[in-house]
Each structure stands twice: as C-alpha cells, then as structure tokens.
C-alpha cells in the first residue's frame, strides 16, 4: 500500500514560523529536522490519539524535535481512519477516549493487516500505571504502557530502537522475506535471520536455540480451517514471544522460534510460555493439541553448528515428538 503524504494541507510548525502546508485529513504534523532525522531515510510518523491537548501537546514537544512527524487524532475513529489511510511507524493511544476504549482501539490496529504486529503501540495514562493496567495493556497487543510525565529521552531512545527494528521488518516485507498470511518470517526470511543469529552468537560465545511447533492433526483440505489455525497460532507468538525472538512459518501449520541468550532449559520454558499462549489468545478448533521439538547450544562458539542446523534438528525432533506420543515436547537426540 502507498503511504499517503502527511505533508501538506494545514500549516506545520517549526522554530521560526510557519512552513508548507499540512492534509486536510491530518490535525497537525510536524517535522523538525535535527540529527536524529539526518540518521534516517525519511522521517518516521508518530500518530498519537487522545483527547487531552496537553498531554498530546506533551509528546509533540519530545518527539518532533527529535526528528519524528506527528499526526494527532482527538477519537477512536479519528484515530483508526488515520492508521488506515497514513500507515504510521508508531501509535500513542490514551487508555480513555471519549468515543471508545483505548485497549480496544489497540486490538482493533493489532488486526488491521496494514499496521500489523510490528508496528510499537504505547498506550498512555495520565497517572503512574497499575500492574493490572500494564497486562491489560500487553494483552491488547501494546509494547508498552507510559502514565505522565514522562521520561524525554529515555521515551526517545526506546521509540527509537522500536523503530528501527519495524524499519528492518518493513524492509525485509518488501523483500519477500515475510509470509503474507501469518505477518511471521517465510522459510527464506528464517534462514537470513539464522544466519544473523549465528554469526552474533558465535561472536558473543551466547546460547542460542531453536523450537518447532506443529498441531498433531490439522484438517489440511480444508483451507479455512488452516488459515484460522495458523494465523491464531501466529498471533499468540507475536504477542508473548520476546523481542529478540526471531519468529516464522516453516510449511502448512509448521512455526519455528530461534531464540538467542537461550539454553536447552531455557527452550523448554519456552515452549511451555507459548503453548500457554495458544491455549489463551482464540479458540482454536475442537480437539487439537500440539507437539514440538526443540534444540539448543549453551555456548554458539564451542559448538558452531549454526541457526540453520538447529532448524533442521528442531524440526527432525518435531517429527518424532508427533510420532512417539512420549511427550508433548522432545529433544533432538542424534541416534
């Protein structure tokens, strides 16, 4: 989808007066070039929906002078249109919105395909957030949750690197290094990911591991009943795995996580955290349970077989973890 130009319509302000012209569709975009914009290719656009003019105020003033286009939205609908229409790179979200509840506007971007998984939500709160807030939060699909005031350039610095990584996964989508179903990594976009990941680990002497997850029946002719599997699995990976996890489809229902700074323990945990989050993120169709394989080096520099050996061995323990029934999750055992 062609982004439409958040840069002229109504006037846009900078030090110094008035420039250019901003989209009628747009309340106010702002660009203020400094260091931080000339490190970038284009500006990245920030779109913030809240009623509360200072608090939107607020972010404005720590963000455009740092490089980054802010488009406001004062409502939810306002909000969603302008998600659909500019495709943002960030969202800001109150929590209170006078037309509707900001968690739900999150889930609603969550499965807007255009914004997607890998676009950073904050939701925002006028006071210091509760733990119950935060895991509300996280469960609608946030990266996080910031209550006023806020920290100017820690929030600058952590958008930044949230940033940064969209721009990569953008970048890799374009590539065709991204299955169009699922929002995941392809079979390619998983083996130059592994490459990276070995390359790191070997030089950092990092664990490094790697875990297969496959339903134990999947109804395969029928293409609906896939497409609701795979994309229900795919999103509850998206919303639990960590950051650093590199997540993508293997085949029909097969998806594999490489998980860095990971040991074989540690990818047994693993496991166990997303099997959790399947069972919690949707139904998924009557009588389906799932197997994985797994495997794992505790020091990627001793043992340098690679990202893409434990794919293949991950996958090879898969197969007998489905074909055994001894346990749901199996070791790769090299017989």
């Not at 739900?104 to 676009?119: P, Q, S, W």
């Not at 795979?230 to 998206?238: G, P």
Request: glycine share 8%; hydrophobic share 40%.
């Amino acid at each position: 989808m062609e982004r439409a130009s958040p840069y002229s319509g109504e006037h846009e302000s900078r030090p110094g007066g008035t420039i250019g012209q901003l989209p009628n569709r747009c309340e106010r975009c702002i660009l203020w070039p400094d260091m931080a914009y000339m490190k970038r290719s284009r500006p990245p656009v920030v779109l913030i929906i809240d009623d509360q003019e200072w608090s939107t105020r607020s972010l404005e003033s720590i963000l455009a002078p740092s490089g980054f286009a802010v488009m406001r939205a004062f409502t939810a609908k306002k909000g969603l249109e302008r998600a659909q229409v500019h495709v943002p790179d960030a969202v800001f979200i109150d929590v209170s919105l006078p037309d509707g509840d900001g968690l739900e506007v999150c889930r609603a971007l969550r499965d807007n395909l255009e914004v997607g998984a890998g676009t950073p939500i904050f939701m925002t709160s006028p006071e210091r957030p509760s733990r119950s807030q935060r895991l509300d939060a996280f469960r609608a699909g946030a990266w996080d949750i910031l209550g006023y005031p806020v920290n100017a350039e820690e929030l600058v610095l952590r958008l930044d690197a949230y940033i940064q990584a969209k721009f990569a996964a953008d970048r890799f989508r374009e590539q065709g290094l991204v299955d169009p179903l699922t929002g995941l990594y392809n079979l390619q976009g998983l083996e130059r990911r592994a490459a990276e990941l070995s390359s790191s680990a070997f030089r950092d002497r990092k664990a490094l591991a790697c875990v297969v997850f496959a339903p134990v029946e999947a109804h395969t002719d029928d293409e609906s009943a896939v497409t609701h599997l795979v994309r229900t699995v795919a999103k509850a990976f998206r919303e639990s795995g960590r950051i650093s996890d590199v997540i993508g489809r293997l085949g029909k229902t097969e998806i594999a996580v490489l998980a860095p700074s990971t040991n074989a323990d540690g990818a047994v945990k693993l496991a166990e955290r997303l099997a959790g989050a399947i069972r919690t993120s949707g139904p998924v169709p009557g009588g389906i349970e799932f197997r994985a394989g797994f495997d794992a080096v505790s020091d990627a520099h001793e043992n340098p077989s690679g990202a893409r050996d434990l794919l293949t061995r991950a996958t090879l323990a898969l197969r007998r973890s489905k074909a055994s029934g001894n346990g749901w999750i199996q070791p790769f055992e090299d017989h």
